[in-house]
């Protein structure tokens, strides 16, 4: 079992920067894969980033590559999605989520997730 909590969300200027943490405990967090997912209103949850369980690979969106990252730090159990150059595009609330199979821009792929943090980005 592994229990995730997003945090870092907020309000920004477009142009700004924002950085989400997903903070994870339970059972060791290298073995996990992990995505980012975001879900605005009255759209369905979409893809934004995942990283593989060694942190080697990473996959984007096309709607955010070159302006997101997604770093990992195994020994601190955390994720990190950094943000930059937002959009008001990218408002929405934001999900982590944990694999033990491997990362998927699906969210079929993932078992466990986060409650969720609200990025709103202001023109």
């Known amino acids: 079992q592994v229990q995730l909590v997003e945090s870092g969300g907020g309000l920004v200027q477009a142009g700004g920067s924002l950085r989400l943490s997903c903070a994870a405990s339970g059972r060791a967090f290298s073995r996990y894969a992990v995505g980012w997912f975001r879900q605005a209103p009255g759209k369905e949850r979409e893809f934004v980033a995942a990283?593989?369980?060694?942190?080697?690979?990473?996959y984007y969106a096309d709607s955010v590559k070159g302006r997101f990252t997604i770093p990992r730090d195994n020994a601190k159990n955390t994720v990190y999605l950094q943000m930059n150059s937002l959009k008001p595009e990218d408002t929405a609330v934001y999900y982590c989520?944990?694999?033990?199979?491997?990362?998927?821009?699906?969210?079929?792929?993932?078992?466990?997730w986060g409650q969720g943090t609200q990025v709103t980005v202001s023109s």
């Open positions: 989520a944990a694999s033990g199979l491997g990362s998927s821009t699906s969210a079929d792929a993932y078992d466990y």
């Open positions: 990283i593989s369980k060694s942190g080697v690979f990473t």
